[in-house]
Structure formats: C-alpha cells, structure tokens
C-alpha cells in the first residue's frame, strides 16, 4: 500500500535550518509530482511546496518562498525540503503527498522557538 514517511523535524532555534525527508512506497514514486504540507495548531493544512516529476520545475508559498527547496531523488523514492531562515510562524507539523493519491504520512513535528 502507499506509504509516506517524514522525518527530519525538531526544535531549531529562530534563524535556523532543518532538512525534512520523505520516504516513499506502494508506488512509481517517478511518476508523480509530490508536495510538502503543513498543519499548525488550530489551523487548516497547507501546501507548502511542491515538485514536477523529474523535479525540473518547483512551486512554493509565498511565506517559505526563498526560505524553502523542494527536491527529490528517484532512485531512492525520496522528497526533501531544506528550510533555512526558520521563523516562529513555521511551526507545524509537516506532511508529504503524492498529486492524485489521497494518502498522508504521520507527518514530522517542526518547532521553532528560542
């Protein structure tokens, strides 16, 4: 079955950096464009970022844009998303997603606090 697990989050200081994974399976991860998510308390989910397939064009929110990278690689079924300059308001738990599979990891915790 389609599985996604995210992994990276912790608590990082305002102006820091974090690397989120994303591991994949249950599917021709190559042939799907993905997307990060987020999700702070009392608030909706979001989109984040996301990829093209072969990862040639990237989209991002308009409050990470700059901050953010989206990337993948195939070969390992994995999603990335460097996150520098983190700022309070990132706080929230992270998700990935394949486009057109209504599946959802557990998602990884991201806080960002002094």
């Known amino acids: 079955q389609v599985q996604f697990v995210e992994s990276g989050g912790g608590l990082v200081q305002p102006g820091g950096s974090l690397r989120l994974s994303c591991a994949a399976s249950?599917?021709?991860?190559?042939?799907?464009?993905m997307r990060w998510y987020r999700q702070a308390p009392g608030k909706e989910r979001e989109l984040v970022a996301s990829?093209?397939?072969?990862?040639?064009?990237?989209n991002y929110a308009d409050s990470v844009k700059g901050r953010f990278t989206i990337s993948r690689d195939n070969a390992k079924n994995t999603v990335y998303l460097q996150m520098n300059a983190l700022k309070p308001e990132d706080t929230a738990a992270y998700y990935c997603?394949?486009?057109?599979?209504?599946?959802w990891g557990q998602g990884t915790q991201v806080t960002v606090s002094a």
């Open positions: 249950g599917f021709t991860f190559s042939r799907y464009a």
């Open positions: 997603r394949a486009n057109a599979i209504p599946t």
């Open positions: 990829i093209t397939t072969a990862g040639g064009s990237t």
